[in-house]
């Protein structure tokens, strides 16, 4: 069965700071792949997605995550973050062999300090 | 922007008593999803529904469970007999097809004590 790792649980940086957070993933085949946010008290929102084409996929809010299928990885980027984007950020994959099933990671839970 | 739509927020009930969780999901989406997270653990699926039936379910997703789409606009989660380890934060999500990014509701937190 595949499974996503993200490996930064908790990430904390100052408003303007790069951030990069990771996700690999262990599936060998085709895979779509997600990243998905959760404001404090809301519900899962959809960040970005990857299918197929170009691997570096720009998504909302100036975020963008780069697939790098030799390292199955699939890690979330944003140049400046801002005290706004505090929130717990999830990976997701469905796999080509899964249906329509998503696998999630752990989750990162971001603070951005003002 | 279209919402999925989760009530209640929140449920607190009597362990071996029956819950059912209520979505309703965007109008025009085909696919139907559960997902559950347990406090401080990865969110888990638990089935997905399409054309009025099961299309897949995980194996968490056992006897106690059951799901129904009654009357074309909602759709349901029910728990028979609840354990307290039922207890989490369930997620409704529908998508227009079965691979795109889902849409998520805001989840309903079940309390089982």
């Known amino acids: 069965a595949q499974s996503v790792s993200q490996h930064n649980h908790h990430v904390i940086l100052s408003e303007a700071a790069s951030l990069e957070l990771g996700c690999n993933y262990s599936y060998g085949g085709t895979v779509n792949l997600f990243w998905y946010v959760q404001y404090p008290g809301q519900h899962l929102q959809l960040l970005l997605k990857y299918f197929s084409g170009d691997p570096l996929v720009k998504g909302i809010k100036g975020f963008e995550a780069e697939f790098i299928k030799s390292k199955f990885s699939f890690n979330l980027r944003k140049p400046s973050v801002q005290w706004s984007d505090t929130a717990e950020y999830f990976c997701?994959?469905?796999?080509?062999?899964?249906?329509?099933?998503?696998?999630f990671g752990g989750g990162t839970r971001l603070m951005v300090k003002p | 922007e279209p919402e999925v739509t989760q009530t209640p927020s929140h449920q607190v009930t009597q362990m071996g008593q029956e819950v059912i969780l209520r979505c309703v999901p965007i109008s025009n989406h085909l696919y139907f999803y559960w997902y559950r997270q347990i406090l401080g653990q990865k969110v888990e699926f638990l089935v997905s529904?399409?054309?009025?039936?099961?299309?897949?379910k995980s194996e968490i997703f056992d006897d106690q469970f059951s799901v129904e789409r009654p009357d074309g606009s909602n759709f349901t989660l029910k728990i028979r007999s609840t354990k307290l380890e039922d207890s989490a934060m369930y997620f409704c999500?529908?998508?227009?097809?079965?691979?795109?990014?889902?849409?998520f509701g805001s989840g309903t937190r079940l309390t089982v004590v």
């Open positions: 999500a529908s998508s227009p097809q079965g691979d795109y990014g889902y849409t």
């Open positions: 997701a994959v469905n796999a080509g062999n899964a249906g329509n099933m998503l696998t």
């Open positions: 529904f399409y054309n009025n039936e099961i299309s897949e």
